[in-house]
């Protein structure tokens, strides 16, 4: 099995293609490791090894780790978040990529007003229209963001969505060119204060066709911690 160096070279030389196929520049694309899944010492190796932007997805098993090592990253928070999780999440995780109703865009507000900071969230948006997937429908996000207009602790920085997991990547292309267009469209209307750059998109299975079609940000977990 390869060692994490052989696997972070893999990806970054991965990344660089994907980029010199689209015409893009590596350093648009950010690689976030998802570390759900593995425990805290290879959490502890993949820091080490100069990645800095970490994701977890439930608070119960983060804790631990960000307890440990929570001032060596960037943490993100990338599972459904509930509300009465928020608590535990706000001033740990820099970046939200699950806001997906308006109950949580309230309590990710509050908590952040009590607590004097801002928190950079992403939209996330069923692209897909999987019923097995949680998300703003696209045709709704104008909507969701006229509404939380007025909770201005809660900054608006991108768009997430997740692909269905296919055995061709190239057949995800469409979701990830929906996610882009539909940035770029929101924009035009300039609903934000300022425009939304980030697109959280593409994981291990499907980034290269994400990063093609305009990823900023890919969550990436088997390819580069390992099972």
């Given at each position: ?7 972070i ?14 015409g ?30 970490i994701a ?30 928020v ?5 740990k995780?820099e ?28 939209l ?8 097995t997937?949680?998300?703003?429908a696209?045709?709704?996000?104008e ?25 061709d ?46 990823a ?9 911690v390992?099972?």
């Open positions: 099995m390869a060692s994490l160096q052989e696997r070279a893999s990806v970054q030389e991965r990344v660089a293609r994907a980029c010199a196929v689209s893009r520049d590596v350093s648009d694309v950010k690689v976030i490791a998802v570390t759900k899944y593995v425990p805290l010492d290879t959490v502890a190796a993949v820091l080490e090894a100069g990645l800095t932007e977890e997805s439930r608070w119960q098993d983060a804790e631990p780790k960000w307890n440990a090592l929570g001032h060596k990253g960037i943490w993100h928070f990338i599972g459904h978040l509930q509300t009465n999780k608590k535990d999440v706000i001033g995780f970046y939200i990529h699950s806001l997906d109703r308006l109950s949580l865009a309230r309590e990710l507000h509050k908590k952040a007003d009590a607590a004097g900071l801002d928190v950079k969230v992403f996330q948006v069923n692209i897909s229209g999987e019923d997937k949680f998300g703003l696209p045709e709704a996000v909507g969701f963001l006229k509404e939380i207009a007025p909770l201005n602790r809660v900054k608006v920085i991108g768009l997430m969505t997740m692909a269905p997991h296919e055995g990547p190239e057949l995800t292309r469409p979701v990830f060119r929906g996610l882009r267009e539909l940035r770029d469209s929101l924009n035009q209307l300039a609903l934000t204060p300022e425009p939304i750059q980030e697109l959280s998109m593409g994981m291990s299975n499907d980034f290269e066709v994400a990063i093609q079609e305009g900023t940000r890919v969550r990436l977990g088997t390819v580069l390992g099972h």
